[in-house]
């Protein structure tokens, strides 16, 4: 049974300036002003009891009710008994709030009924004001937060939390697996702090991308190998897609190789450090003797593939790498490198918990494979969603040439 929100209470700290209080209250000082309101809310199987004060609105504070009931009830015991609190709590509740506001509420006279004081009297009166006024924004907040929890309850809507490098077609996965009840929580990362979120438990999956064929020896295969562990580890094929150089409509520096980074006058943008883009730039580098200080830019660095076309697209830089998809969002053009394989990992323990099954079959569904093919630089991997071994999936996983050469 999906659960009702029952209220949204609002508090208020009083941090105003203190004043000196004129001759009517000469020994009392009060704030000049509620600085800020905080709100928190509740919620209950059921839709429960409004406040006596007002009964058609959740907007809450424990306060105004108590003023309220003390109004209605022309007593502190008959104010605790109207709001189901014992004696002693609203008593010492209103003496709090009349020692941090420096002003009486209450007019305590032994043998007459308790009364409002001209504070509490506009006290309840802002507060009837505000209602009236935000009634139809209270009542709306309410709504939306009654049917956002109304999902976490229901048995057929499931959840994954996911660090994963930036990715594009993974925007679009959630927005799909959304619609099938399946919520993926995103996070985007490096790809290699996204995994080191999942062997941390801080994921149930992590996203990470690689060239389909890497040797053993380059930087890519060195950097993931330590970080996965065959038989706690499996994966899943999520897309292919190219990466490449993101330059300016047209190309006009006709710039199509990593060895033309190196050229004079060419400005670089750089993806930040863990990423998984970064790491196969420092691997293309690397393989042909190119040093990063060659590259006017490489210091240069920005936190997402988009950032980076963002950055092109402004003409800050000239060239940035980076995948296909945010080119064409900004209208550059597009010189592909490679086309490389992005994994979804996960723990081997979860693979039999529902919603890794459900992410599973949407991937492997012909509607998500006809969207993803529609996306610039993408295209459906062979086995989408197939649970895979690391060595299966990873021909670079090369276990024997390691122990024979434990440095490599």
Request: proline residues 5%; aromatic residues 6%.
């Amino acid at each position: 049974m999906a659960r009702a929100v029952r209220d949204v209470r609002y508090e208020m700290p009083c941090i105003g300036r203190l004043v000196t209080a004129g001759p009517a209250h000469p020994r009392m000082r009060h704030t000049s002003a509620v600085q800020h309101i905080d709100f928190s809310y509740q919620w209950s199987p059921e839709a429960g009891t409004r406040s006596a004060h007002h009964p058609t609105s959740p907007l809450r504070n424990p306060l105004m009710d108590m003023l309220q009931a003390v109004r209605s009830a022309g007593s502190i015991s008959g104010a605790a008994k109207t709001l189901g609190l014992s004696y002693r709590h609203v008593w010492g509740e209103l003496k709090r709030w009349e020692s941090l506001l420096q002003q009486s509420l209450i007019v305590w006279e032994k043998g007459q009924a308790a009364r409002l004081t001209e504070l509490g009297d506009k006290l309840l009166w802002a507060e009837r004001q505000a209602q009236a006024r935000l009634a139809p924004q209270i009542s709306a907040l309410q709504a939306e937060l009654e049917k956002t929890f109304a999902a976490a309850f229901d048995p057929g809507i499931h959840l994954l939390t996911l660090f994963a490098s930036h990715d594009d077609a993974l925007v679009h996965l959630q927005q799909f697996s959304a619609r099938q009840g399946l919520h993926l929580d995103m996070r985007f990362c490096g790809s290699v702090d996204a995994i080191r979120a999942l062997n941390e438990g801080r994921c149930n999956i992590a996203g990470f991308h690689a060239p389909l064929h890497p040797s053993a020896k380059t930087l890519i295969a060195r950097t993931y190998k330590p970080l996965l562990k065959t038989g706690q580890h499996k994966i899943m094929g999520f897309a292919l897609r190219q990466q490449g150089l993101m330059v300016a409509p047209g190309n006009p520096l006709n710039i199509q190789t990593l060895a033309d980074l190196t050229r004079s006058g060419i400005r670089f943008v750089n993806r930040s450090l863990g990423t998984g883009t970064r790491l196969l730039l420092d691997d293309g580098l690397d393989s042909t003797g190119i040093q990063a200080s060659q590259i006017k830019g490489y210091e240069h660095e920005e936190s997402s593939h988009a950032a980076v076309a963002a950055c092109v697209a402004a003409g800050q830089a000239d060239a940035g790498l980076g995948i296909a998809s945010a080119a064409h969002a900004q209208g550059l053009s597009f010189v592909p490198l490679l086309q490389e394989c992005y994994w979804l990992v996960c723990l081997k323990s979860v693979l039999d918990s529902a919603s890794v099954q459900m992410l599973g079959r949407i991937l492997q569904s012909q509607a998500w494979q006809v969207h993803l093919n529609a996306l610039a630089g993408y295209a459906p991997i062979p086995w989408p969603g197939q649970v895979q071994s690391l060595k299966k999936a990873l021909p670079w996983w090369q276990f024997k040439e390691d122990s024979a050469h434990p440095g490599s």
